[in-house]
């Protein structure tokens, strides 16, 4: 019984004593981090006031600040050790979730093996995000898992579930809204009701328990305008959270912004961005084009729409890149199962390793290291998955994925076969 528990958990009790062991060396420090902030939005909105006037630094949605009410009950110290659980449990439920969308997309039996060596492979590729998230108490891993749970859902035409987890994933982090225009590209009108309306509800819902008394229109109201307005209408007076040259900006704009001065030139700053932009969501848009007749893609779409809304983004720091969990755990399945484009499948695994997880600085010249950081190596390491995953959307034949219209109900929803060695 015990072998057997070990054979199939041991990598997750693994990567748990890893997380147990990092809270006491360093997150059990980080007093002035995320989850004292999440704690203040949550006192203001029981307060009655303004989230944007009575804590500046929280520019996150006030629906997030209404989820986190329960930590104004708790002592200081012991929030922080519940945040920790709880950002423990959403990395577990992410690379679950991650891995059953990876392996019931790719036919084909899964040996014990297999799936072990996606488990780890993909684990680590992951790790330096998902320590991130730990490092600075961010709530990446509190969103994701109704992302991912929504894609899930959509793959298994469970509709309403899917536009619901999708915008409880969008009120809680603005960046999922860009499912929106996709399930109507998709045709999935039900979904995109469902989306609608739980994101409105979700959205108000703060206002309609706990409306603030110093502003007029709510706090949903006031955070778009003060927050979401600025970062579209670009004004610089108006954008203090993600103007100019920062270096823990791993976005377009960040990218950008280190190579043209924002406020000197602000309308060449405007041109280069937008049409770096536009050129990037055009050829995401032709890779939906090809993928288009075959549903069974939906989580490939979904990782290609995780990593258009890291680059699009006003601000994407590196704990943001924990939604690459998906990405990694669909190119680790692809090559696990690739019988016709591995060697660019294994290149790209480098390349993405190299780029995301990183190169020890102490095994390369100073100079690479120098040119890779100037160059932002994590968003160059994002970006050359979408030429393994485009693939897979142009030829999804090299898997054996089927993309005939009389089999989308089952190529979407199909089991998946695991094969498993006698004790």
């Not at 993909?122 to 995000?129: I, K």
């Not at 959205?203 to 955070?223: A, E, T």
């Not at 050129?279 to 893609?297: D, E, Q, S, T, W």
């Not at 480098?350 to 600085?361: D, E, H, N, W, Y």
Request: hydrophobic share 55%; proline share 6%.
């Amino acid at each position: 019984m015990g072998r057997h528990i070990l054979q199939r958990h041991g990598l997750w009790i693994g990567w748990t004593i890893v997380a147990i062991i990092y809270f006491w060396r360093r997150y059990s420090h980080s007093i002035d981090a995320g989850a004292k902030l999440y704690r203040e939005g949550a006192e203001c909105l029981l307060q009655h006031v303004s989230i944007v006037k009575c804590s500046l630094p929280f520019t996150y949605p006030p629906f997030f600040a209404f989820t986190m009410l329960p930590a104004t009950a708790l002592p200081y110290w012991l929030w922080v050790m519940v945040w920790y659980v709880v950002t423990i449990i959403g990395a577990i439920v992410c690379c679950k979730i991650a891995e059953r969308l990876a392996v019931s997309l790719f036919p084909g039996e899964w040996s014990e093996q297999d799936l072990n060596w996606l488990r780890f492979l993909a684990g680590l590729f992951s790790l330096r995000f998902i320590l991130a998230v730990f490092e600075d108490q961010a709530f990446d891993l509190f969103s994701l898992p109704f992302l991912l749970y929504g894609l899930l859902a959509l793959t298994q035409r469970m509709d309403i579930r899917a536009g619901a987890a999708l915008a409880i994933a969008a009120a809680l982090k603005v960046t999922p809204l860009i499912f929106l225009p996709y399930l109507i590209f998709r045709r999935r009108f039900v979904a995109t009701a469902a989306f609608t309306v739980a994101l409105l509800v979700a959205s108000f819902l703060p206002d309609l328990v706990l409306r603030p008394h110093d502003v007029p229109h709510g706090n949903f109201v006031d955070w778009f305008n003060h927050v979401v307005a600025p970062s579209v209408g670009e004004g610089l007076d108006k954008n203090p959270f993600w103007s100019g040259n920062n270096p823990y900006n791993l976005s377009f704009r960040g990218l950008i912004a280190q190579h043209i001065d924002e406020s000197a030139q602000h309308a060449q700053f405007i041109l280069v961005l937008r049409t770096v932009q536009l050129v990037f969501i055009a050829l995401i848009g032709v890779l939906f084009l090809f993928a288009y007749r075959c549903p069974a893609l939906i989580p490939v779409e979904g990782a290609l729409l995780i990593i258009a809304a890291l680059m699009l983004s006003p601000m994407t720091g590196r704990g943001h890149f924990v939604g690459l969990v998906l990405p990694f755990f669909l190119l680790v399945a692809a090559y696990l199962k690739d019988h016709h484009t591995r060697r660019l499948g294994f290149v790209i695994l480098v390349l993405t390793f190299a780029g995301t997880t990183g190169i020890p600085r102490d095994i390369v010249p100073k100079a690479i290291t120098a040119v890779t950081g100037d160059l932002s190596n994590i968003m160059f390491g994002t970006l050359v998955e979408i030429i393994y995953l485009a693939v897979i959307m142009i030829r999804p034949e090299y898997w054996n994925i089927r993309c005939g219209q009389d089999d989308r109900r089952n190529a979407v929803a199909r089991p998946v076969a695991v094969a498993h060695r006698p004790d």
